[in-house]
């Protein structure tokens, strides 16, 4: 392992990162109990909403390991999850506003995450930029 990939691998969950690794825990379990009970107990009443919040679920577990895990890999796969989650919480929050009749329930994401305080929509934001700043301390100068 090289210097940069340790000093990366033990910043991403350190500081702000540890802040990070709690929200993302929070999400997965909110997000995944949410969508676990509505799949079972109404799926057929808005499966799109439903199945969009259990993809929420696994993306937030996904970004979790990434952060706890640390190293290169785990810098990829924290930054791959932000930016598909962001891309997510943007394109279904302009769908849920714009074609509302599609959800006829929330899910995770619908109006940026408005059911959560937007925190889905700050969230990925404030992943990337973490992982943009630890990328940048563990470069050589």
């Known amino acids: 392992m090289s210097a940069s990939e340790s000093t990366q691998g033990r910043a991403l969950a350190t500081g702000p990162g540890r802040v990070l690794v709690a929200i993302y825990g929070v999400f997965a379990v909110a997000a995944g109990a949410r969508a ?3 799949i079972a107990t109404q799926f057929e009443e808005a499966p799109l909403a439903y199945l969009l919040s259990a993809l929420a ?4 577990v996904i970004a979790l390991i990434g952060f706890i895990r640390g190293g290169s890999g785990g810098w ?5 999850c932000c930016a598909f989650e962001l891309a997510g919480v943007l394109a279904v929050g302009t769908a849920s506003i714009f074609f509302a009749e599609a959800f006829p329930d929330e899910t995770v994401w619908s ?3 408005r059911g959560y305080g937007f925190v889905p929509l700050v969230l990925p934001v404030l992943g990337l930029l973490w992982l943009r ?9």
């Open 76 to 80: 990829r796969l924290a930054v791959a």
């Open 36 to 38: 676990g009970v509505q």
């Open 57 to 60: 679920a696994v993306v937030y």
């Open 111 to 113: 109006g940026y995450g």
């Open 133 to 141: 700043a630890v990328r940048a301390r563990s470069e050589p100068s």
